[in-house]
């Protein structure tokens, strides 16, 4: 079991439960950025992401950049887009708002194509749009945070490619890298960005991007300069490159504790098939999908094709509310997040079950969050089912 001091289980869709080694590997001591050691552990951390994300490709490349995962939207839309530029953005919650709000920042105009809640734009209508208008770039959210909504890549890439093969495929990954499937060179994906505090299990700071060689040449084909100096491929690509050939680079300063903390995670997920991750985490959100139901809560996501491994976003009874849910929890020793989507905000609470709360069989923090959950639902005036 865990050596850290007792606390309540974090179960929010990120940031999640660390490992204990993991967090270990943040009291690294000291050392120089363009050490050899250093540039080493860096160069093997880019490596294993290729394995994380499923690309052999050589021209695909990985990022690792200090920040939040917020910073890999910036180096989307200041690296693979031009002012005036059109893009399509695919809304199933908040996070496709604030990718809008980023792309207009640097004068992209985003159209969006939204759904309902609960639910995510279906592939006629994306075909619909994708021939009304040529697009640099299309841009899903795996796994929306603020909905627990699952996008399918799959498909939706395929489309892309048949109907507008100009346009690339960009995969906020951020809440799914990790607990769901990404195969990126056989679904010919672009982009994926992500970040480390999710289903990866590193604090957070990293944000962390794979791109594919046909990003890499968009990019190096621009008619402007990029928007942004310090998100600014013309930067990182090098420093990238020489990183990962073990070569001492530099433009500005990693986080030398997080990188370890990262190459500690990558080695513990990587020491298993991705195929059993996926069927765990699988698994276990099946597992509480169907205790919440039989507590009689509803899922925004009501369609089981939209409801991701890693999250549940879980409408609360009639005239309960998150403040008086959460409370109780908390006294449980678990926490939830609540409602983040600003149109239902005050209806539901999101439970995050990603990392090693899932993968170590040895830690009970599920089990306590449903009991949690059912007790505390009663002392809210909530009778649960028999």
């Not at 953005?89 to 708002?97: E, I, K, N, S």
């Not at 990404?182 to 991007?209: E, H, N, R, Y």
């Not at 098939?273 to 139901?293: G, Y």
Request: hydrophobic share 40%; charged share 20%; proline share 6%.
């Amino acid at each position: 079991m865990s050596n850290q001091p007792s606390h309540p289980a974090l179960l929010i869709p990120g940031p999640i439960e660390f490992d204990d080694a993991v967090l270990q590997s943040m009291s690294h001591y000291s050392e120089s950025h363009v050490g050899a050691p250093f540039v080493s552990t860096f160069g093997e951390t880019l490596s294993m992401l290729r394995k994380l994300f499923q690309t052999t490709d050589p021209s695909s490349q990985p990022f690792i950049v200090s920040g939040s995962g917020t910073l890999g939207w910036d180096m989307v839309a200041a690296n693979l887009a031009e002012r005036g530029d059109d893009v399509l953005v695919l809304h199933t919650g908040y996070f496709a708002d604030s990718f809008t709000d980023c792309f207009e920042t640097y004068g992209v105009n985003a159209t969006q194509l939204k759904a309902p809640i609960g639910d995510r734009p279906q592939l006629p209508e994306i075909e619909k749009a994708l021939k009304e208008k040529k697009y640099k770039l299309l841009t899903v959210t795996h796994v929306d945070t603020s909905t627990g909504v699952l996008s399918e890549i799959k498909a939706l890439s395929e489309l892309v490619h048949r109907v507008s093969p100009e346009t690339l495929v960009v995969v906020d990954g951020v809440c799914s890298v990790g607990c769901e499937e990404i195969c990126f060179d056989d679904w010919d994906i672009d982009v994926v960005l992500t970040a480390s505090q999710k289903a990866i299990g590193c604090p957070a700071g990293l944000c962390i991007m794979m791109c594919s060689g046909r990003a890499i040449e968009r990019f190096q084909n621009r008619k402007t300069p990029p928007g942004s100096y310090f998100a600014s491929f013309k930067n990182w690509l090098p420093i990238m490159q020489n990183y990962e050939a073990k070569r001492p680079s530099y433009f500005a300063t990693p986080s030398p504790q997080l990188i370890h903390a990262l190459h500690t995670s990558l080695t513990q997920i990587l020491s298993k098939p991705l195929s059993a991750r996926f069927a765990r985490h699988h698994q276990v959100s099946q597992h509480i999908k169907s205790t919440i139901s039989s507590y009689g809560l509803k899922q925004l996501a009501s369609d089981p094709a939209n409801q991701a491994n890693g999250m549940t976003a879980l409408y609360l009874p009639d005239g309960v509310k998150p403040p008086e849910i959460l409370p109780h929890l908390l006294k449980k020793g678990v926490v939830f997040a609540g409602g983040l989507h600003k149109e239902i905000a005050t209806k539901y609470v999101r439970f995050g079950h990603m990392g090693v709360s899932v993968m170590d069989e040895r830690r009970d923090d599920v089990e306590r969050a449903l009991a949690a959950l059912k007790e505390g639902l009663g002392e809210a005036g909530y009778k649960v089912p028999a």
